[in-house]
């Protein structure tokens, strides 16, 4: 496009200077002010340079100024706009109207007017250099200024720019921001498309608008078939799939949402859908957006396992009957062996005690019916007792118990077999309280037969250490090392196998094979392990760790101090008999401690089943408190033979037991307890259900069935 260039006059304020008299007019014409001249020159919002036709600067106007850092005696008749423009993109302007034009303009001022100087309008982008040296763009509008009285012949050049550094910083975050778009939108397409789900989106109508390529493989269409098609067109149960939608339209949600897709070539697949709505920015819900999973190999698995699960189940079934009917083989075969047994061991030791005495050689008969018999008693009592343990019908009650207790009743129970063996034993030392997470009865059981092995398979003379030992912070490790002959590593290996008494079978020495297995199972149960290690002429070192645990005096002390503050002392109230059936002396000291506060409870108790059935018949105390793992029988039945007797029906009877978990605590309900408390003690709870359990009997009901 072209544009008229401006024609000056002799008396336009623009005319340029020259030599000749017609030069002096148009000089004279140049250094006139008048209006467009103060307009152009007060400005100071655009640069206004006017040039003279060879592009030396003659008018530097205010904007100019300021937005250049020069004074305007800085440039005017010295410089042309080229020198205070970059000359990279002067260079750059010139080479690009060369090849344009096809001839060569050269890199200065004649670049910066070439199209004015030729009628043609101009306007550019262009970066202005400032005085300091720093840079700003500009906008260049560029006009020829010609003389209308000769032949408007090109006199000059008015070059008007504003400061475009705005424009461009907004351009440029603009572009920025294009780009994180771009960027975005790529991540995401990646993300869709990386995805292993086939992946959609449809408008709230269930017309889709997007897919990824695993869509396009379900349903063996392209990108292009899909967008715009129902959603519903793809599987082969259209109703359930657009049911499917308008689930997600009312839920905003759905999950493992399962339909056939049915492909163009008719292969079928399973999948499970979960589907979600979108919005947009305002909240206007746009569709939903929904990702299919094969699950057909998965379904088929499904079946497959179903149908091994049914199996497993009949075999299960087979197995824990099996198991059942052994159990009550060798509990049944246990009690038929104990009683001929019985008779043999009782008419035997009175044969040996009869008057006249028997004869040497009748003497060593007997000794041997006896010793015979003995160990087969000993035989019968591993058998089941592994019998029970393997069975899984074994239930311990873990608690903290006081471990120099447990090791001090474990001397002086195995002692007698070391001393008439020669055997010296050493024992820890304690120096304070020290308890472990253990049910009392059964770590009794395992360190009498780590102690009963030492001594067994000891040399004559030898010694038993018994240590004690923190393995970790929350550990507790108990070793008993023999000074026997040892364990090759091949025998190690052979540790905890039932009935295997590794090789110890043609020493004479007797033995059943069972009692490291039972040991084994019983320290598992416990949450603990056990180990060894062994030297070959050295001896052999056995060992267990157990969980510690803190001393259960110290709390419960403290919170009986306050929590019995502000109870009653019953004073004026008759005196009531509470009996309390519990092997743990540390358990027994807690409740003794605490009665002892109250001057209207006497107290009562029983270390065993047996012993507490005995006191409640003798006794008939107003309530009694009943731990559920007892050496002998157990508190459940106990309870139960408590309550078979009318004289003993009525008394009402608590459980407090470390079984804590549900299923114990509704077993035990249902057994008949008439309250199931659990340890530790709640010292508010346990006065609570103390008194509420006084009061029941006071009633002089009897206690629910």
């Known amino acids: ?66 937005m250049l850092g020069y004074a305007a005696a800085d440039v005017l008749n010295k410089i042309t706009p080229a020198e205070i423009s970059d000359p990279q993109e002067v260079i750059a302007r010139a080479a690009a109207l060369s090849l344009e034009l096809g001839t060569t303009i050269a890199p200065g001022f004649e670049a910066l007017v070439f199209k004015a100087s030729r009628g043609i309008e101009d306007i550019y982008e262009l970066t202005y250099i400032r005085k300091d040296g720093s840079r700003f763009p500009a906008v260049v509008s560029v006009t020829a200024l010609r003389d209308v009285h000769d032949h408007g012949s090109i006199i000059g050049y008015l070059l008007i720019g504003t400061d475009n550094t705005v424009r461009k910083q907004a351009e440029a975050k603009q572009e920025k921001l294009d780009q994180l778009l771009r960027d975005q939108q790529f991540y995401t397409r990646s993300l869709i498309e990386s995805n292993i789900d086939a992946l959609m989106t449809t408008d709230p109508s269930g017309i889709i608008t997007d897919v990824n390529n695993q869509m396009e493989t379900l349903t063996g269409r392209s990108r292009e078939e899909l967008i715009g098609a129902a959603f519903k067109n793809y599987f082969t149960d259209p109703e359930r799939a657009e049911a499917g939608i308008k689930h997600v339209l009312s839920e905003s949600k759905v999950t493992d949402y399962e339909l056939t897709a049915r492909a163009k070539d008719g292969t079928e697949t399973d999948v499970s859908y979960n589907a979600t709505t979108f919005h947009n920015r305002d909240g206007i ?40 009917a052994k159990s009550d083989f ?49 035989l019968i ?94 550990r507790l490790r108990i070793s008993v090392r023999d000074t026997g002959a040892g364990l090759s590593a091949e025998l190690m290996a052979q540790l905890f196998q039932a009935f295997n008494r590794l090789g110890k079978e043609a020493t004479g020495e007797e033995g059943t094979g069972i009692g490291l297995v039972v040991s084994k199972r019983l320290v598992e149960l416990m949450e603990g392990s056990i180990g060894a290690h062994s030297t070959v ?59 002892a506060r109250r001057s209207d409870l006497r107290l009562l108790t029983a270390q065993n089943g047996t012993d507490g059935i005995s006191l409640a018949h003798g006794y008939l105390p107003d309530v009694i408190l009943m731990d559920i793992n007892l050496p002998g029988i157990s508190g459940i039945e106990a309870m139960k033979i408590i309550r078979l007797d009318p004289t003993t029906a009525h008394i009402p009877i608590v459980a407090l037991s470390a079984n804590a978990i549900p299923r114990d605590i509704e077993k035990g309900l249902e057994a008949g307890f008439f309250r199931y408390l659990t340890k530790p003690i709640k010292v508010n709870e346990f006065m609570e259900t103390l008194n509420e359990t006084l009061a029941f009997a006071e009633s002089g009901s009897a206690p629910p069935p």
């Not at 396992?305 to 497993?312: A, D, G």
């Not at 104990?338 to 061991?345: C, E, G, H, Q, Y």
């Open 537 to 595: 002429g050295t001896g052999s070192v056995f060992w267990i760790e157990l969980g510690s645990a803190v001393d259960p005096h110290i709390d419960f002390i403290q919170s009986v101090s306050t929590s019995l503050a502000a109870m009653p002392d019953g004073t004026g109230k008759r005196t009531r008999l509470l009996l309390y059936i519990e092997d743990n002396p540390a358990n027994l000291k807690l409740i003794e401690q605490l009665i």
């Open 1 to 66: 496009m072209t544009t008229p260039s401006r024609l000056i006059s002799p008396n336009d304020p623009l005319a340029t200077t020259a030599g000749t008299s017609t030069d002096r007019l148009h000089n004279d014409a140049f250094l006139k002010t008048g209006a467009l001249q103060d307009a152009i020159l007060n400005s100071a919002n655009f640069s206004s340079i006017a040039t003279d036709e060879k592009g030396v600067i003659q008018i530097f106007n205010v904007g100019a100024e300021r």
């Open 285 to 324: 819900l746009q569709g939903v957006f929904a990702a299919a999973r094969d699950v057909t190999e998965r379904k088929r698995w499904d079946k497959v396992l179903q149908e091994n699960t049914v199996e497993l189940q009949k075999a299960k079934a087979v197995a824990e009957k099996a198991n059942l």
């Open 330 to 378: 060798l509990s049944s075969m246990s009690h038929e062996l104990r009683s001929p047994l019985n008779a043999i061991l009782g008419f035997t030791q009175l044969i040996e005690s009869d008057t006249p005495p028997p004869t040497a050689s009748q003497k060593a008969s007997i000794d041997q019916i006896l010793h015979a018999g003995w160990f087969l008693l000993e």
């Open 381 to 474: 009592n591993d058998i089941l007792d592994l019998a029970v343990v393997e069975s899984g019908r074994l239930s311990l009650s873990l608690e903290a118990v006081s471990l120099p207790e447990v090791l001090i009743e474990c001397q002086a129970m195995i002692e007698p077999q070391a001393q008439k063996r020669g055997i010296s034993m050493s024992f820890p030392k304690f120096e304070g309280p020290c308890f472990i997470k253990a049910d009392r009865t059964r770590l009794k059981q395992v360190l009498i037969n780590l102690l009963s092995n030492a001594i067994k398979y000891n040399r004559a003379g030898g010694t038993v250490v018994v240590d004690c030992d923190l393995t970790l912070p929350s």
